[in-house]
T-cell receptor, first 114, second 115 residues
């Protein structure tokens, strides 16, 4: 079955430290991949997306993600975390062209220590 | 671009009652999606519309659930005879149909609590 896995339920980092949130997918072919962020009481905001091409994609708020086909991974990174980055982060996938059902991971909650 | 809006933001109801939620997509977005998010989980797809046509429905969408998009603009999601297991955040999203049609923009959600 197609699935998206986020192995870390909760991560705590110090402000200014680097961040990496893990995401693995299980699909027959390379899906379209997304990272969303959800702050309390807010909807999901798209951080970045990968369809094809360059495996390192840049997003908003200083985030980037690297697609690694060999590891079926699409990990989210940020070199220096700010307190305002505390939120829940979701990795999501679409099966491919013509598919519109996003499949989400269970999310990783990020806490930032001042 | 005013974003996707949802109404109400919160709804508390008693088991067995019917509830209806509304979603207004970003103007000129032809596709509209409904997702459900329970505590500790990621959103799960329920259904989607292209204009007024409902094109896909998840098995999660039981017979008690019905969604409409009568004029291809706003959409409603109705839950009949609510059950405690229906307690969740109901999220609406919209997208265009061309080019960047795979990017879905989400609203703030309607949090349903069934007592």
């Amino acid at each position: 079955a197609q699935s998206v896995t986020q192995p870390d339920i909760h991560i705590t980092v110090s402000e200014g430290a680097s961040l990496e949130l893990r995401c693995n997918y299980s699909y027959g072919a390379t899906p379209y991949l997304f990272w969303y962020v959800q702050s309390p009481g807010q909807g999901l905001q798209l951080l970045l997306k990968y369809f094809s091409g360059d495996t390192l994609v840049q997003g908003i708020k200083g985030f980037e993600a690297e697609f690694k086909r060999s590891q079926s991974s699409f990990n989210l990174r940020k070199p220096s975390v700010h307190w305002s980055d505390a939120a829940e982060y979701f990795c999501a996938a679409l099966r491919g062209a013509g598919s519109y059902q996003l499949t989400f991971g269970k999310g990783t909650k990020l806490s930032v220590i001042p | 671009d005013t974003g996707v809006s949802q109404d109400p933001r919160h709804k508390i109801t008693k088991r067995g009652q019917n509830v209806t939620f509304r979603c207004d997509p970003i103007s000129e977005h032809n596709r509209l999606y409904w997702y459900r998010q329970t505590l500790g989980q990621g959103p799960e797809f329920l259904t989607y519309f292209q204009n007024e046509a409902q094109l896909e429905k998840s098995r999660l969408l039981s017979d008690r659930f019905s969604a409409e998009r009568p004029k291809g603009s706003f959409s409603t999601l109705e839950i009949q005879r609510t059950e405690q297991g229906d307690s969740a955040m109901y999220l609406c999203a919209s997208s265009v149909t061309s080019g960047r049609g795979y990017e879905q923009f989400f609203g703030p959600g309607t949090r349903l609590t069934v007592l």
